[in-house]
Nanobody, 120 residues
Framework: VQLQASGGGLVQPGGSLRLSCTAS????????MGWYRQAPGKQRESVAQ???????NHAESVKGRFTISRDNAKNTVYLQMNSLKPEDTGVYYC???????????????WGQGTLVTVSS
């Protein structure tokens, strides 16, 4: 199972970015999908999560500004980020919980990370 994340970049404060993460490989089923971020010198933290049934959860720091969504047909999770602030700067990682074909175990898979820099 491979995850390919894209959409990061440099943006001014108040700007917007949309991150995408697509899973590929021998996937039987995907349950949770989510985004995490790691700022320089800080621990990785959860940004937003979405369950297979469509429920979502966003960190307090991004509520009202970020929106997570998913396209199950494309095995893709998105993160729409609006009103970006300098403190949103960091490497953003996607994660899925999935079962591979031929397996019965739910496993977490991580993407390679995409850098978001919010600066004027």
């Amino acid at each position: 199972v491979q995850l390919q994340a894209s959409g990061g970049g440099l943006v001014q404060p108040g700007g917007s970015l949309r991150l995408s993460c697509t899973a590929s490989g021998s996937i039987f089923s995907i349950n949770d999908m989510g985004w995490y971020r790691q700022a320089p010198g800080k621990q990785r933290e959860s940004v937003a999560q979405t369950a297979s049934g469509g429920g979502t959860n966003h960190a307090e720091s991004v509520k009202g500004r970020f929106t997570i969504s998913r396209d199950n047909a494309k095995n893709t999770v998105y993160l729409q980020m609006n009103s970006l602030k300098p403190e949103d700067t960091g490497v953003y990682y996607c994660k899925i919980r999935a079962i591979r074909l031929g397996s019965s175990l739910w496993t977490d898979y991580w993407g390679q990370g995409t850098l978001v820099t919010v600066s004027s």
